[in-house]
């Protein structure tokens, strides 16, 4: 069999095949796929012995001669002579056996013997320069990508020192804007606490309509619940009286009569907290009335756990109240005193949730059956500033309060709660209306224990003489 053929076959797949990014036409793949069409098909008719040998050499070389031509001339394959390089022994040595065997057969049996150990070196030769040209190309392709990537890493160092000089440029003057305006923002910030601080009862209280809006928001709820509900009433009533049902239409009267008196109830209720926090920016010269503290901390703790409910779903927690049914009254504002003990409780209720919904996140195990609870509980103390006097108690089981803060506690403006969340007045005020009513607010707490807040308050007899 002659190997023209099967090196040409060789050769023109070897050249279709890429190697690293030296990627050949469309159009030289086309060429270069018809040649080996011919290749092939020139091997099957001569193991058919359709083509004389002398044929099938003659198109085995001039398929040879045309991969060589390429190799050589044309810039395509100029990556590819390694191959035909390492093959061009073998070539030469067949073409010369050909040459031979086709002038002087009988000089080619002679030779025969020496022309084929010459093919067998050539073709050694051929796989050796086959396989170090290999290596050679992947170790060239290696370091080429290795060349890539370290310029690929240089061009993105070089971008992001450049991108980063300027960042460092916008950032430097964004900070030195934001230095200036901090410095003025806190210069008129402490000159705007040093006049509250020392204006009588926070007199710039009855500006802060937030706060208003926040102490009212309970029973506008309630109102606006109940308004809801009347509605409904009035237009099922309506359904009723075009049916005549007068029975029907007299119970829902009955039922809009009653949401209406809780309407009027609650509105007047936050008719009270409005007058009570306005006279508190004013000068406190109200009249002050006899309070039953028992009956305010009972109301103020149910309306703060339903308000707190009503806002938000998740909250739950236990509480309890202890109330002395002996416990004497005090004299002062009770809307005032109520504003006070609502504050608390909240802040209370608030601890104690922040410790609920952080207990699963906490590492340790006793805080998985954690039960958030808020106590509140009122006593008669014997002696109080030498007389008689009755204490309030608000105790929560809450994370606590830490000790380099609560020196603070009762500062304005100063809040652990996040941005938006609280005004920082609320303790200080509080503090403020305590000492008011000649009373002190005091502060326990442990950290990872709870807090307990306690007021005390003079007392007075039932002539409102004090005791």
């Not at 065997?101 to 025969?112: A, H």
């Not at 100063?414 to 009513?437: N, R, V």
């Not at 224990?449 to 005390?456: N, Q, S, V």
Request: with cysteine; proline share 3%; net charge neutral.
């Amino acid at each position: 069999m002659n190997f023209e053929n099967i090196i040409a076959l060789i050769l023109l797949y070897y050249l279709r095949k890429p190697i690293g990014v030296a990627a050949i036409s469309p159009e030289w793949k086309n060429w270069l796929k018809w040649g080996m069409i011919v290749a092939v098909t020139t091997l099957v008719l001569q193991a058919t012995n359709l083509l004389p040998d002398l044929l099938t050499k003659f198109i085995g070389l001039a398929l040879i001669a045309g991969v060589v031509y390429a190799v050589v001339n044309i810039e395509d394959f100029h990556g590819r002579r390694s191959l035909v390089y390492a093959l061009l022994p073998l070539i030469v040595i067949s073409v010369i056996s050909d040459i031979i065997e086709f002038v002087s057969p009988n000089w080619y049996k002679t030779l025969e013997y020496l022309l084929d150990i010459a093919g067998f070196f050539a073709l050694i030769w051929a796989i050796s320069m086959w396989f170090i040209s290999r290596k050679q190309r992947k170790a060239l392709e290696l370091e080429r990508k290795k060349a890539e990537e370290r310029e690929k890493e240089f061009r993105i160092t070089e971008s992001l020192k450049a991108e980063l000089e300027v960042q460092v440029a916008e950032r430097t003057a964004a900070l030195t804007q934001q230095k200036e305006a901090l410095e003025k923002a806190l210069n008129e910030l402490k000159s705007t606490q040093t006049q509250l601080i020392h204006a009588e009862k926070m007199a710039s209280l009855g500006e802060l309509t937030a706060g208003i809006a926040h102490e009212i928001q309970n029973p506008l709820n309630f109102v606006n619940n109940f308004s809801e509900v009347s509605h409904e009433l009035i237009q099922e009533m309506q359904e009723e009286l075009s049916k005549g049902e007068i029975e029907e239409v007299k119970a829902i009267a009955m039922d809009l009569a009653q949401n209406l008196e809780k309407i009027n109830h609650h509105g007047k209720r936050a008719d009270a907290i409005v007058k009570g926090m306005l006279q508190h920016s004013r000068s406190n010269d109200g009249k002050k009335d006899l309070c039953d503290l028992n009956a305010i901390a009972d109301e103020y703790l149910r309306l703060s756990y339903h308000g707190l409910r009503a806002k938000d779903k998740s909250f739950n927690s236990d509480f309890s109240i202890e109330l002395d049914p002996d416990l004497p009254k005090v004299e002062g504002i009770p809307q005032e005193l109520g504003r006070v003990i609502l504050n608390l409780i909240n802040n209370a209720f608030y601890a104690v949730n922040e410790r609920s919904k952080n207990a699963k996140d906490e590492k340790d195990p006793n805080l998985q059956t954690y039960k958030p609870k808020v106590t509140i509980s009122t006593s008669t103390i014997p002696d109080f500033k030498g007389k008689k006097g009755v204490k309030i108690s608000l105790s929560d089981n809450g994370s606590g309060i830490p000790e380099n803060i609560r020196s603070k506690i009762f500062q304005p403006f100063f809040t652990t709660k996040p941005t938006g969340q609280g005004t920082g007045l609320g303790l200080s005020l509080s503090y403020d209306i305590i000492k008011a009513h000649g009373g002190n607010l005091t502060l326990k707490s442990k950290e990872g224990l709870g807090t307990t807040f306690e007021i005390t308050l003079p007392g007075v007899d039932q002539s409102r003489k004090v005791l």
